[in-house]
């Protein structure tokens, strides 16, 4: 990062950073060009959940190499200046990457749409069956987790 002093490092804050947010942005490639889609999203233990069509573009990107990069922005305000280049935006966010997988078992895709409900605060179980047959769920392991702040971070852990 280039501006160090707005890394969140603190790993416990930028789980919690991310599990406030409610959608992210993915950045998926087809091979051939990348292809950016907004998701809501479960997270835990580590792992990016989301839920999709069976076919589309999206699901193409994750079968074809599973790479994922992501962000989650918690707040954002565009702070405004008399010059044109004095313009910024003060956010809270998490960016991440890791490789996407298919949930194929019916109860693995139960159990990644709980962890998206769980997040959101819904119903956790009852999933129908006929909508688990046309759903799909994908669960990205992530290797990178990384929480960033403008203003500089402080160094409170509580952003």
Not at 149 to 156: E, H, L, Q, T, Y
């Amino acid at each position: 990062m280039r501006k160090e002093k707005r890394a969140i490092r603190d790993k416990a804050a930028i789980e919690s950073l991310l599990r406030s947010c409610r959608t992210m942005q993915l950045g998926l490639w087809d091979g051939r060009e990348p292809y950016v889609v907004t998701v809501n999203f479960g997270y835990e233990d580590g792992a990016v959940y989301f839920h999709s069509a069976l076919e589309g573009r999206k699901m193409d990107c994750i079968r074809a190499n599973g790479l994922v990069s992501f962000v989650a922005v918690a707040e954002s305000e565009l702070i405004r200046e008399d010059l044109p280049c004095g313009f910024t935006t003060h956010y809270k966010s998490v960016s991440g990457f890791g490789h996407g997988h298919v949930l194929d078992d019916p109860a693995d895709k139960a159990a990644g749409l709980a962890v998206i409900m769980r997040h959101h605060d819904g119903p956790e179980t009852g999933f129908d069956a006929r909508v688990l047959e046309r759903t799909a769920v994908v669960r990205v392991v992530l290797r990178d987790l990384i929480g960033k702040v403008n203003p500089a971070f402080s160094g409170d852990p509580q952003v």
